[in-house]
């Protein structure tokens, strides 16, 4: 029997898409695991690039129009035949140990439909969406209009990210992310997989729900990988808060009709809040954008067997080898002498806020950046 299935839906992250899949190969190492890569119409050379790579190891479905994240990953839900399935974003960096700890958890918890685990950013900062409550009235009010970061230690005002509750430790929670989500194959299955309602944000939040509507608790766990947020989304655009918050709506409609007249003006209000907010921090970029020039000189720092290749390389003039000299710095691991496990512990393990972290893909000779450009 195949032990777990990785779904991955691609749009327009091609060097991104091709770590991910480096890191998901090693971490099934020793398993019996299959992976289905779907694109959604990037109009890049996304697949052909990754397929001419990897094309004995994956599956990949190329779709002619973008159908959304919901019914792209249905594609190869449906035809999973693992007794897990792992929706995992292309912008992610898992981890054998991860996996294998995971896979473990499930078939000894038969009360677990899904799971998710900690995330953290390229600089190895916990990304609070890694356990989440139900959006509720009051819950979405206090997200919208900033109470759950005034307060973020709250359990009454605090509970859309669950702040509250330790990183570190597992817990029963009500809301997985869908950029890493393991799932009950035959569970997930049965409930017809994600709902195409949902064209690219709140699909998580309603299959999470619906696990728990079939009687199936959510975990988070607290193993570790890489999630670089996003990175072919602007988050501070208004059609992202637009479209994140109507999904929102839609959630209510579907499960809390009840809630719908108290929801929608609440949400209508978040809308135009964090729309305005979206609009001033863009202008504020635009106007004050260059006072970021200076993280650009900080020093290199690099992690090699081979650092004076990967610098000539680069285009690297100076650089050290030495962590203790990399308190504010940019490090550049070459993935070439560290696997995901130990890459990903590295960045976790030296996470400070004047580091920037950024891999070395051998293979290609680039860098891969959380800012990097990804056409």
Known sequence: MVDVSVI???????????????????ALEGLNGEVIVIDNASGDD???????????????????????????????????????????NPDTVITRDTIVRNLEWMRSHEDCGATGVRMVDGNGVFL??????????????????????????????????????????????????????????????????LDEDFFIYGE???LSYRFTKAGYNNYYLPYNII?????????????????????MLLFYRKHFPRYSA?????????VLVR?????????????FGRKNVKESTKPWVILSDHPDEIAQNCSIDKYSTDMALAHNARILI????????ELVSTIVANSDKGREFHIYARRNGKIISPKMNQQ
């Open 227 to 247: 999630h670089y947020k996003g990175e072919s989304t602007r988050k501070d655009s208004m059609r992202y808060v637009r479209i994140f918050y109507e999904a």
């Open 46 to 88: 996304s697949i052909a690039y990754s397929r001419e790579k990897y094309g004995d190891r994956a599956v990949f479905i190329e779709n002619k129009e973008n159908v959304g994240f919901a019914r792209a990953n249905n594609q190869g839900i449906m035809f999973a035949k693992g007794e897990f399935t792992l929706i995992l």
């Open 334 to 341: 070459d993935d070439g002498c560290f696997s995901y496990d």
């Open 204 to 206: 998580d939040i309603d």
């Open 128 to 193: 609070p969406e890694s356990k989440r409550s139900f959006p509720t009235p009051w819950v979405a009010f206090c997200k919208i209009f900033g109470l759950s970061k005034l307060f973020p230690r709250s359990p009454l005002f605090a509970k859309y990210h669950l702040r509250y509750l330790s990183d570190v430790e597992p817990h029963k929670v009500d809301i997985l992310s869908g950029a890493y989500m393991m799932c009950r194959t035959s569970v997930l299955q049965q409930m017809g997989g």
């Open 262 to 270: 108290i929801a929608y003006p609440i949400i209508k209000a978040g």
């Open 275 to 287: 729309a305005s907010l979206a609009m001033f921090n863009r202008l504020g970029k635009r106007l």
């Open 8 to 26: 991955i839906v691609n749009y327009r992250v091609k060097y991104f898409l091709e770590q991910t899949l480096r890191s998901v190969f090693q």
